[in-house]
């Protein structure tokens, strides 16, 4: 059994290594901003497998919605998580080794017919924690009205780019 200190989180984020943290922070930093409670664990797919098939296995009875799973190199760790649950699984490949995060990126998109994992961009938490909340907004008005709030941020902050520029005649239209 795996042992949490608070049940009442909804997102599970779990990492293949400790390197991999700051990375994965990301999608705990915009959950947190969301107001989504998320816990953040650390399991191998290959050093402690078991660990992790036990986080898996647990994580619906233990309340999360959602696993966000990010590893780097030979990346097995979303999809291991995927194979022993079907809560959506959100995989991150991280950067990094030789082939700087490519190979993570093939390993985690490139699953099995019947058990996905929903990968976003390399080293993109972000996204996985904004793709989380989507998903917890189908069913709770509260994280879709904080979602809609962050897309008029971002909408603003290009009219605010735009405006600037604009406004700086950094260059002119030459009439052709
Ligand atoms: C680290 O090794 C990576 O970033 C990754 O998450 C981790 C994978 O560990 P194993 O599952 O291969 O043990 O360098």
Redesign the pocket.
Known sequence: MVAYADTNKRVLIV???A??RPVMERAASILNKLKVDVEMRIA????SPEFAAALSREAEDNGFAIIIA????????PGVLAAYTTLPVIGVP?A??ALNGVDSLYAIVQMPKGVPVATVAIDGAHNAGILAAQMLAIADPEVSERLQEYRRKLAAEVVAADEELALSREFEFQPT
């Not at 191998?44 to 050093?47: C, E, I, K, L, T």
């Not at 990010?70 to 097995?76: D, T």
Request: aromatic letters at 0%.
């Open positions: 990492m293949g290594s390197s991999d191998s797919a290959h050093r990010g590893a780097g190199l030979a990346a097995h760790l991280i990094g080794g």
